[in-house]
């Protein structure tokens, strides 16, 4: 009985946040004197699940700034590509290019921040507890270089303002993200397997739904496998503030 009230009691401080940090989204004023708060929304998925597009759908809204993820600048550190070096060498190049996306990542978490919503595309968390933790234990990173990383992280985390008030996880299944990457035609993605996928799935799920690494944030769960134009009826569902706008 005691653990059936617990858990109603977390589900409805669970909705009470996602739904303050939504009405933040639309413009509503937030804290007890009406100021208004900041607030940072990540936005986590597969590759190919949909993150960009829908950060493209809300980078529309007058109260919303949206910073995609730094792919370029891991396509290019003066003329060098990273992301396929990565893709085509993982264990030669994953702490150099996990070592960049955390700067990246770091970058973007504590940039100035001027509207009332920041909606980043993924985390530096994602990067650690799902691209790390994936190159580690499939045995492309050694143990030194992940200890490594994760002193760093570590550190990051406890001298570095990295706030996040919610994650937006898009739930895809593998079979989906793998079609979408095949249409997006990425070159460095040419070659990525389904297994690939699969693997990065189940650590998603393990961090955001079955909490295996710590979570820095409530998560609300998205289904992404609608088509796009589906996929707007998804956001308002959950987000009925955002598309109404300030009252
Ligand atoms: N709901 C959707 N239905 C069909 N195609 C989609 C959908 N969302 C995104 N796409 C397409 O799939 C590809 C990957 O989408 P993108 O938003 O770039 O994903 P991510 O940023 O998560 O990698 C793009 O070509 C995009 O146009
Ligand atoms: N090895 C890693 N690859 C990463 C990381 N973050 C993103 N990526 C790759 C995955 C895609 O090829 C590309 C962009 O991601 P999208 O999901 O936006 O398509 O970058 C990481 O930390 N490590």
């Not at 708060?37 to 829908?54: D, F, P, Q, R, W």
């Not at 570095?160 to 070159?187: A, G, S, W």
């Amino acid at each position: 009985m005691f653990s059936s009230w617990r858990k109603t009691t977390n589900l409805l401080n669970l909705q009470k946040q996602v739904k303050g940090i939504m009405n933040a989204i639309s413009g509503h004023h937030f804290g007890t004197d009406g100021k208004t708060e900041k607030h940072t929304v990540c936005v986590e998925g597969n590759i190919g699940s949909g993150k960009t597009t829908l950060l493209e759908y809300f980078s529309t809204y007058p109260y919303t700034e949206v910073t995609k993820e730094p792919v370029e600048k891991w396509r290019n550190i003066k003329g060098m590509n990273a992301l396929e070096y990565m893709y085509k060498d993982a264990s030669r190049w994953g702490l150099t290019f996990q070592t960049y996306v955390q700067l990246t990542m770091l970058q973007i978490h504590t940039q100035p921040q001027v509207k009332r919503v920041k909606m980043m595309e993924r985390s530096i968390y994602s990067a650690k507890y799902c691209f790390v933790e994936n190159l580690y234990q499939s045995g492309k990173m050694p143990e030194i270089e992940y200890t490594v990383l994760t002193e760093w992280f570590d550190f990051l985390l406890k001298t570095q303002d990295i706030k996040v008030d919610l994650i937006v996880y898009l739930k895809t299944k593998p079979e989906t993200d793998l079609r979408r990457i095949k249409e997006r035609c990425r070159p460095e993605e040419k070659q990525i397997p389904l297994e690939y996928l699969e693997t990065l799935h189940n650590l998603h799920e393990d961090w955001l739904i079955k909490k295996k690494f710590p979570l820095p944030a409530p998560v609300l769960v998205l289904n992404g496998e609608y088509e796009k134009e589906e996929m707007i009826k998804e956001y308002e569902s959950y987000t009925p503030h955002i598309l109404r706008g300030p009252a």
